[in-house]
Antibody, heavy 119, light 107 residues
């Protein structure tokens, strides 16, 4: 059974960089797309971007200028860096696997981690 | 970006009721439409992918239909554990986008 676990600081100061890591266990990170998503308090779900195990990325244009997603296949994990954060970036952040080839959906998710942007 | 619009935004229903939630895309997304269930404090759970395929382990009372721009999630007989918020999501192109959610509450 594939499991994903997010880790990182729960509090980030405005203008600083939000950094999270997602560790994948129970399966290989290879041959799948791996996404970050978030849900601000009281709001809906927003897709942040994905990375393929080979390193190719696709970012949400609304965040692209501040976003970097990277992968470390040797550690079976991928990471999110979001720079110049503001209070609008306060959200529960999720990592998820996107299955393709007739599935094309987020089939496995991490439990989520709340990140608050505040001084 | 493809806009996904769900209706209603919320509904009240009783155990045993048949519940229908609709999702409309701002352009054709073929059959690239998924449904998720979200409970407070929990990660979203994939219910249905590619319009009508039931994810493994999901009860058969959940079903989906549609194509192009109009889609439907149906719960044939609402159970206590089904009270949650439901989201549709398109995987036709990027950025991936979600509907605003439909909250199913106890009547």
């Amino acid at each position: 059974q594939v499991q994903l676990q997010e880790s990182g600081p729960g509090l980030v100061k405005p203008s600083e960089t939000l950094s999270l890591t997602c560790i994948v266990s129970g399966g290989s990170i290879s041959s799948y797309y791996w996404s970050w998503l978030r849900q601000p308090p009281g709001k809906g779900l927003e897709w942040i971007g994905y990375i393929y195990y080979s390193g190719s990325t696709n970012y949400n244009p609304s965040l692209k200028s501040r976003l970097t997603i990277s992968v470390d296949t040797s550690k079976n994990q991928f990471s999110l860096n979001l720079s110049s954060v503001t209070a609008a970036d306060t959200a529960v952040y999720y990592c998820a696997r996107e299955a393709r080839g007739g599935f094309d959906s987020f089939d496995y998710w991490g439990q989520g981690t709340l990140v608050t942007v505040s001084s | 970006d493809i806009q996904m619009t769900q209706s209603p935004s919320s509904l009240s229903a009783s155990v045993g009721d048949r519940v229908t939630i609709t999702c409309r895309a701002s352009q054709s997304i073929s059959r690239y439409l998924n449904w998720y269930q979200k409970k407070p404090g929990k990660a979203p759970k994939l219910l249905i992918y590619i319009v009508s395929s039931l994810q493994s382990g999901v009860p058969s009372r959940f079903s989906g239909s549609g194509s192009g721009t109009d889609f439907t999630l149906t719960i044939s007989s609402l159970q206590p554990e089904d009270f949650a918020t439901y989201y549709c999501q398109q995987s036709y192109n990027t950025p991936r986008t979600f509907g605003q959610g439909t909250k199913v509450e106890i009547k």
